[in-house]
Nanobody
Framework: QVQLVESGGGLVQDGGSLRLSCAASGRTFSSCAVGWFRQAPGKEREFVAFITWNGGNTYYADSVKGRFTISRDNAKNTVYLQMNSLKPEDTALYYC????????????????WGQGTQVTVSS
């Protein structure tokens, strides 16, 4: 069993930065692939980025490539999402998710989810 708690969201101006954290409990977290997803009001939950269990591979949605960076510290059971050059269209509820198999951009592939942290980017 893995429990996830996101933090670090907030209100930021266009062009600003935030770092989200996904803190996990559970002995298997260090072997889990982790993804970040986001959901804006009235829209489907969409993929943002994922990272493999050891941090060796990462992958990003085109909409955030070059602006967001996913990383992890397995000693701290935490995955991060550094978000730079934020835009109003990045406004959403951000979720982290984990799965014990390899990473996937599909939200349906993930078994464990956090409750989300709100990111609002003002223009």
């Amino acid at each position: 069993q893995v429990q996830l708690v996101e933090s670090g969201g907030g209100l930021v101006q266009d062009g600003g930065s935030l770092r989200l954290s996904c803190a996990a409990s559970g002995r298997t977290f260090s072997s889990c692939a982790v993804g970040w997803f986001r959901q804006a009001p009235g829209k489907e939950r969409e993929f943002v980025a994922f990272i493999t269990w050891n941090g060796g591979n990462t992958y990003y949605a085109d909409s955030v490539k070059g602006r967001f960076t996913i990383s992890r510290d397995n000693a701290k059971n935490t995955v991060y999402l550094q978000m730079n050059s934020l835009k109003p269209e990045d406004t959403a509820l951000y979720y982290c998710a984990a799965r014990t198999s390899g990473p996937s951009p599909s939200r349906y592939a993930y078994r464990y989810w956090g409750q989300g942290t709100q990111v609002t980017v003002s223009s």
